[in-house]
């Protein structure tokens, strides 16, 4: 009988062979366990310590008397089934090749269909070139940088695991990134990221998949227009030019495909105006902040680069201010996708080992923000985005100033090291917001200063602006799957407002391909 042991604490100087020996001496068992859950537990600076859930297996008699300890259960976790076999030959286009496109492709693949993909940017080495001449030249490329090509926006990312949805899917998703190069650690971490070195990886890996099975991807090319014939699809046209009969297509566009969301609105599929948030990123040493949450730990040097999460809500206004998109040992990033217009985001590589950390510190928009049109939202990006471009001076430079400097009103003459490329430029950030989103801002800041002391530091710098944690639109979808008024139509992921980060956008691909595995075998 498996069962499962929880709270097995172990020194951030352990080795984890030492859960053997607490099994044995705590509860007299001595078998083999695997690992189901760890995560670092630091609410005690001086007490820091790692916390372990295990599974073990036992006869069921001795089973019985395990049961009566109160850190012991019954182990019921089922994996999520592989997906069906489609029973007639099924042939699927897909738009993108992020979390949600490339998981929904690979579902579908590994169900016997077949897969088209179309990807308005470029190969992962290609765009990687492209994403080095943005930093070192401030020369974008519209359809090749980090929000755009393949593995979507999450492949120059912090690559974080992390979610609040419980779908059962999350482990076929994690045990198909493991077979495609991640370490098997992110099985059981409690806080599991990849890096965006390991994510390019495992990008290549799953189109070699993709290309091995007979399906195909076409880079450089996106779609431009739907063919509706009778409140179904019929087909596409490309980028290219290219006129495509279909009568299934995944929309997993990504959350920035501005462009499509006007085609989608010009030809009458339902949209709805979504909530989002925006703000700014902010940029501490990682020193200071591991300074802040692990104390004078005497474990320090063998405890990972730390992380925040925090969040205030504000009775007087209903508006909630919080950090997100946390990269500890990361940088600030460009994530621009049209000329003239910035907007900043955050990474990490795998070891997370550069000199500072950064997070985004974002209020919440409502759809009464701002104009009644459908694509309200993102002309409100637009108009902050540009006030951001026009402040940094051009060529992509981003207008920064330091944390107190911010709270204080005042202007900045220097500033202290930056990670963002190609460069920060003085500026004052409070002129790119409206006034109330400013004064959000300030107050969430102060009230983060508070519960992390240091926070609000002179070393603290603020990099503006972040305006895509999420989509203003949603693209209206019904139970099946397929757009409301469109048959064959299928909006998935971030770019149809139904999830939020690589996991939640993987997994609504995964249910996509379900959806249409089981139409195509009625």
Request: aromatic fraction near 8%.
């Amino acid at each position: 009988m498996k069962l499962l042991v929880d709270n097995v604490v172990l020194d951030p100087g352990d080795t984890i062979e030492r859960i053997r020996d607490i099994l044995i001496k705590r509860f007299g068992v001595d078998c083999p366990y695997s690992i189901e859950r760890k995560s670092l537990d630091a609410r005690k600076k001086k007490e820091i310590v790692y916390r372990y859930r295990v599974v073990i297996e036992v006869p069921d008699d001795r089973a019985a008397a395990l049961l009566a300890h109160k850190d012991i259960s019954l182990y019921t976790r089922k994996e999520f089934p592989a997906p069906a076999r489609v029973r007639h030959p099924v042939t699927v286009h897909i738009a993108g090749t992020g979390p949600a496109g490339l998981f929904c492709g690979l579902r579908l693949i590994r169900a016997g269909a077949r897969v088209e993909i179309f990807e308005r940017g470029k190969p992962i080495e290609e765009r990687m070139k492209d994403i080095e001449v943005l930093e070192l030249q401030g020369i974008l490329d519209e359809r090749s940088n980090v929000l755009y090509g393949e593995g979507g926006a999450g492949t120059y990312s912090d690559g974080k695991l992390t979610t609040r949805i419980r779908k059962p899917e999350i482990d076929w998703l994690f045990g198909t990134l493991v077979d495609c190069g991640a370490p098997s650690t992110i099985l059981y971490e409690a806080k599991p990221h990849l890096g965006t070195d390991r994510l390019r990886g495992i990008v290549k890996r799953i189109r070699e998949e993709i290309l091995s099975s007979g399906s195909q991807i076409n880079f450089n090319e996106s779609i431009d227009d739907l063919i509706i014939s009778d409140g179904s699809l019929a087909g596409f046209v490309t980028s290219k030019g290219r006129e495509i009969v279909s009568s299934r297509l995944v929309l997993a566009i990504g959350h920035s495909a501005r462009d499509t969301y006007a085609m989608l609105e010009r030809q009458g599929v339902r949209l709805e105006k979504k909530g989002f948030a925006m703000g700014i990123r902010i940029e501490h040493p990682a020193e200071l902040i591991d300074d802040i949450q692990y104390g004078k730990s005497r474990y320090r040097d063998r405890l990972p680069v730390a992380d925040y999460m925090l969040t205030y809500a504000n009775r007087a206004t209903g508006r909630g201010v919080y950090s997100f998109c946390m990269c500890p040992g990361g940088r600030v990033i460009n994530s621009s996708s049209e000329q003239g217009r910035l907007c900043t985001n955050g990474m990490s590589f795998s070891k997370r080992d550069h000199p500072f950390s950064n997070a985004a510190i974002v209020v919440t928009v409502t759809p009464e923000d701002f104009s009644d049109m459908v694509l309200g939202g993102i002309l409100f990006q637009r108009d902050i985005e540009q006030a951001a471009y026009d402040a940094g001076g051009g060529m992509f430079t981003a207008p920064a100033q330091r944390v107190t400097s911010f709270l204080q009103g005042k202007a900045d003459t220097e500033l202290p090291p930056a990670s963002y490329r190609p460069g920060v430029f003085p500026a004052g950030l409070d002129r790119l917001f409206p006034a109330w989103l400013v004064d959000e801002l300030k107050e969430g800041i102060r009230q983060f200063d508070r519960k992390m002391k240091g926070f609000a530091s002179e070393q603290a710098l603020l990099i503006g602006v972040e305006t895509r944690t999420s989509s203003p639109v949603r693209i209206t979808r019904g139970p099946d799957g397929q757009s409301v008024g469109v048959r064959g139509l299928y909006p998935v992921g971030e770019g149809a407002g139904y999830a939020g980060g690589i996991v939640s956008s993987a997994v609504d691909g995964i249910r996509c391909a379900d959806c249409i595995i089981e139409e195509s075998n009625d």
